[in-house]
Structures are given as C-alpha cells and as structure tokens.
C-alpha cells in the first residue's frame, strides 16, 4: 500500500494542510505539532509526492529498465566530508568509478544529517532514489534497521560487528607484516614495535582503531616468527591512552617509555599509526637519537594531516584512498546485478611509500 499525506494526518491526528506545512518547512507551525508530523512520516515511511512522482519517471525511463543507476553514500557523523582528505579520496574515487559504469553518485551525507531529519531520509534512502548504498561509518545512530530494510544492496568500508553486508577493510594484519619484513629487508634485526589503544571501548569507533592495532601487532609478531628475528618485550610498547585527541603527546610519552626501557636500543621501530608517529620522532629528537641514522621509523597510515610536516619525511604503509572509493563502486554494482550471492569481506592491502626515514644497516 502507498502511503500518503492522508495516512501521515491520521496517523499523527492533524489535518492534511499541517502536514503539508511541516514537509515545505512552514514557519507558522508549533515544534509540538512539527515532531508529532515528522514521527508519523518516519513510521510510516512516506516519500512526498513531488519527490516520488520525479522518482517514479526516473526509474521506469526507458534507458534505465528498472534501476535508477543512481547510488548514495554515508559517512560518520563526525568527519568533514568536505574538508577530510580520507573521505574526499574516497569520494573522488566512487565518483570517477560510478561514472565509469553509467551510474551516478546521488548524494553523501553525514549519518547525523539523515538520522536528524526523518523528510531527508525518507526522502533519500529509498530503492526509487538509488540502487544501492556505501557507508563510510562505524555506526548509523539507531538508523541501520530502517536503512537496510529500504535498500538491500550495502557495501561498508568499515567494520560493523554482527551486521551482514559485504565489506572492503584494509588487511591491518599485512601491514604489520609487511612493516617488519621491509624493515628486515634493510638489514634490521632489532625491530621495535609502538602503539596506543583507546580507552573508550564502548565506542565503536574506538573498538575498530583497537582491533587494526591489534592486528598490526599479531602481524608483527608473525613476521619476527617467520623471519627467526626474536620477540622481545623490552622494545613493545602499548599504551592504553587518556586522551585519544592528544596524539602528538601520546606519541611523544609512548616512545620516550619504550627507548627507556629498552636495552640496548632498537635499530627500527613500527609505529603502528600515523597518528602518533610526530610525536614519537620528537621524543627521539629530543633524546638526541637521530632519524634515520640512529634509528628507521616506518609507519602505517599515510595521511597528510598526521606526518606531512614530520621531518624527516616518513616511509608509511597507506591505503591508495582513490582506489579503495572505486573498488566499492564495483563490488557494490556487482551485488546490485547478484542480489542472491552471499555478502563477501574483501581485504585491501596497504601500499608502501618510501621516503626518508628508513635507512639500511651495513654490517
């Protein structure tokens, strides 16, 4: 049954005019009446007439069969999806990919912008506005039912625990891995490892930085096994930090505990994010241990924000943010056209960037 204005009236026990008023935005309307509208259109799930009449040729237009080749995208509330270098290559990827395969990217909000305004998501996530959904969030603020009940194809680029969707994550295990076996490869045999946890583990967000770090660290480990380097918990440093925004700080405090503790020093080590990695080779500088003659630092994460004004310029293991926005257009069409397949979790591997900060130990 289509839901109509007359439907959101009797639900919410006003007239047609008022809910009319309430959807264009009217001044002349009390917020008691506003909020008592606006629950009933989220209950009952109502699209407006102009938008679903606009939807409606759209999505039966001859060139499209069936589908409106349009898709949308969700980020994290707290991300400036303008501004943050992260979401903007992703973005730019999904765009150039979307286009590549004659679809289009609808639009990208903030899961706050779609959860605080029942019209705009009534509005937008709905099968005759897009095909399909990608969502850059840890968590859709008590909106995932609702979301996944309108629009069956999701693809998730982060980690959503007990939720069932196909995924693209970064494989965090390699990265350790891979750290340790570059660092190795430059003749480095005592190879430190250093990481902060987050202390707010009922976040989500939180749990997922927890768990790359933890699997950072098993792929460090597994690396040292493999290659006969021995483990030594006198050069591991974890800290479960205060402030997870104090980043430089936290930096600086977690390697100044690991070069204190450490006997004799560490040749390398692997910051196992870029978060704290300017902090940590000011407190090398400070203990007057020089980058990278008296010690290689690498580290996982690449962004610009985090280490492009650290001296000197660090070798990071980093995700090609461009590549990852296209390969989500892909696998998203893909279970668009294959909507019976099983959700898949695909892993991306981090690339490696050398730059200054490494150097090679001659015996």
């Not at 019209?119 to 897009?130: P, R």
């Not at 295990?173 to 003749?187: E, I, M, P, R, T």
């Not at 979790?345 to 015996?363: G, P, W």
Request: net charge neutral; glycine share 4%.
């Amino acid at each position: 049954m289509k839901i109509t204005m007359h439907h959101v009236a009797s639900h919410a026990g006003v007239v047609i005019s008022t809910v009319s008023r309430v959807l264009n935005n009217h001044p002349n309307v009390s917020s008691k009446t506003k909020e008592k509208v606006l629950k009933s259109v989220e209950a009952l799930g109502f699209v407006p007439d102009k938008t679903a009449q606009n939807l409606v040729h759209r999505r039966y237009a001859p060139l499209h069969g069936n589908k409106t080749r349009n898709i949308g995208c969700i980020v994290s509330s707290g991300i400036d999806k303008y501004s943050s270098p992260f979401i903007a290559g992703i973005i730019d990827g999904i765009d150039e990919e979307a286009i590549a395969h004659n679809h289009r990217l609808a639009f990208v909000y903030k899961v706050n912008e779609l959860s605080g305004n029942y019209v705009l998501f009534n509005e937008m996530i709905s099968d005759d506005k897009i095909d399909g959904l990608i969502i850059i969030a840890t968590r859709l603020n008590g909106i995932y039912k609702q979301v996944s009940e309108r629009i069956k194809p999701l693809l998730s680029l982060k980690a959503t625990p007990d939720v069932d969707m196909d995924y693209i994550l970064p494989d965090d295990f390699q990265a350790g891995y891979d750290a340790v076996k570059y660092l190795a490869s430059l003749n480095h045999d005592r190879i430190a490892f250093m990481a902060d946890l987050w202390p707010d583990t009922d976040d989500p967000r939180a749990l997922l930085y927890n768990n790359s770090i933890e699997q950072r660290f098993a792929g460090y480990k597994q690396a040292l096994a493999d290659l006969s380097l021995k483990y030594d918990e006198t050069i591991v440093a974890i800290k479960t930090v205060e402030n997870k925004l104090n980043q430089i700080e936290n930096g600086y405090s977690i390697m100044k505990k690991l070069i204190d503790k450490s006997n004799p020093p560490p040749s390398a080590v692997f910051c196992a994010s870029d978060l704290i990695t300017a902090g940590a080779v000011k407190a090398l500088k400070d203990k007057e241990i020089a980058v990278p003659d008296d010690i290689s630092v690498v580290t996982c994460g690449d962004s610009p924000e985090s280490i492009s004004y650290v001296e000197p310029a660090l070798t990071a293991f980093g995700i090609n943010k461009k590549e990852l926005g296209k390969l989500s257009v892909s696998r998203l069409i893909e279970r668009i056209n294959n909507p019976e397949v099983p959700t898949t979790k695909t892993m991306v591997k981090y690339a490696l960037t050398e730059r200054a900060s490494c150097k090679k130990v001659n015996f």
